[in-house]
């Protein structure tokens, strides 16, 4: 009988702990409050000035993620790339320049062995049959606004879709076809 006693005393505040601790809200890490804010958003249009959506950009400690949110698309893959000028003119955008950091020593290509990829190089999105895009790309070692550099100053900095999917390897746009929508990245506030 003792102790069945000495175990109910030892029992009864576990039980106790274990009921309050179930009644107290916990605060999630992941809560909206401690996510990350975007650092910029571009507007993508087409040369006749079609709305084709938005992408987002966050910067993480090792690159940035764009989240792609489109519209008005052709069905099918199709290459999206960061353009190092941030003008988005003409009927092909070719105001918008090359790739960013694109150069001899790093040509085209996320599965180029001679050196690449380029910082403009990204994953292929796919555009379902109502025309959206619902995608995240990740660009490891590059940042819209990283430290010390300011991409968004100076030249500015294009997101371009392509009418076709790339490659990543066959120089220099990887097959990528035409420029078909372009959008200017603006920093968010």
Not at 8 to 13: E, G
Not at 23 to 44: D, G, H, K, Y
Not at 163 to 171: G, I, K, L, P, T
């Amino acid at each position: 009988m003792r102790h069945r006693l000495l175990l109910a005393c030892l029992i009864a505040p576990l039980a106790a702990a274990s009921a309050t601790a179930a009644q107290t809200p916990t605060t999630a890490v992941n809560s909206p409050s401690a996510a990350p804010r975007p650092v910029a958003t571009a507007e993508l249009h087409d040369a006749a000035g079609t709305d084709f959506g938005t992408v987002t950009a966050w910067r993480g400690p090792l690159g940035l993620l764009l989240r792609i949110e489109g519209k008005n698309w052709p069905e099918g893959w199709h290459s999206v790339h960061l353009h190092a000028v941030g003008k988005c003119e003409g009927p092909g955008f070719t105001s918008a320049g090359g790739h960013l950091n694109h150069t001899e020593a790093r040509p085209h290509g996320l599965l180029n062995q001679n050196g690449g990829p380029d910082l403009g190089d990204l994953q292929n999105v796919w555009a379902a049959g109502d025309g959206t895009v619902k995608a995240e790309v990740y660009l490891s070692g590059a940042g819209l606004v990283p430290p010390g550099v300011d991409q968004l100053g100076g030249d500015g900095l294009t997101f371009m879709v392509h009418a076709n999917a790339d490659d990543h390897v066959s120089q220099p746009i990887g097959g990528a076809g035409a420029r078909i929508a372009c959008g200017v990245f603006e920093r968010a506030d």
